[in-house]
């Protein structure tokens, strides 16, 4: 199935909205259910104001009514593969449990694979909100 999540991908990729930085970014994401959601990087001229490829993806997982992922996908234009930023970090766990598989890939193929855990130990999460 990652074979999938990663044509997936690199198809959004294609869709970054990147005239800034020229460095386009696509992510995939598998829901619980199987269903994959995509997300590209969109820029604005007001840097701060982007939204990351992974972010989008998790925004469109959400507006189709699910909220747990299962699996990550995230592939650019590197010579390495790229992790999440650390935003993108605490908006996939607060959807996915500590063993989601998370994939990082450039576009020649070069794959990296963690988890979740993995990438942010020690995450903040609900458990931290009850008092």
Same mark, same amino acid.
């Given at each position: 199935?990652? #074979?999938?999540?990663?044509? *997936? =991908?690199?198809?959004? &990729?294609?869709? =970054?909205? *990147?005239?800034?930085?020229?460095?386009?970014? %696509?992510?995939?994401?598998?829901?619980? !259910?199987?269903?994959?959601?995509?997300?590209?990087?969109?820029?604005?001229? *007001?840097?701060?104001?982007?939204?990351?490829?992974?972010?989008? *993806?998790? =925004?469109?997982?959400?507006?189709?009514?699910?909220?747990?992922? #299962?699996?990550?996908?995230?592939?650019?234009? !590197?010579?390495?593969?790229?992790?999440?930023?650390?935003?993108? &970090?605490?908006?996939?766990?607060?959807?996915?449990?500590?063993?989601?598989?998370?994939?990082?890939?450039?576009?020649?193929?070069?794959?990296?694979?963690?988890?979740?855990?993995?990438?942010?130990? %020690?995450?903040? %999460? =609900?458990?931290?909100?009850?008092?």
């Amino acid at each position: 199935m990652t #074979s999938n999540l990663r044509l *997936a =991908a690199v198809n959004v &990729r294609e869709n =970054a909205h *990147a005239p800034y930085s020229k460095f386009k970014v %696509g992510a995939a994401i598998r829901a619980a !259910s199987g269903t994959f959601f995509v997300g590209c990087n969109v820029e604005n001229v *007001a840097y701060p104001e982007g939204t990351c490829a992974e972010a989008g *993806a998790i =925004a469109a997982m959400v507006a189709a009514g699910e909220t747990q992922l #299962s699996e990550v996908y995230v592939v650019a234009g !590197s010579d390495m593969p790229v992790t999440p930023c650390g935003g993108c &970090r605490q908006k996939l766990a607060e959807f996915g449990a500590g063993d989601v598989v998370v994939t990082m890939a450039t576009i020649g193929g070069v794959e990296q694979q963690t988890t979740l855990a993995e990438l942010l130990p %020690g995450a903040f %999460g =609900a458990a931290h909100m009850k008092g």
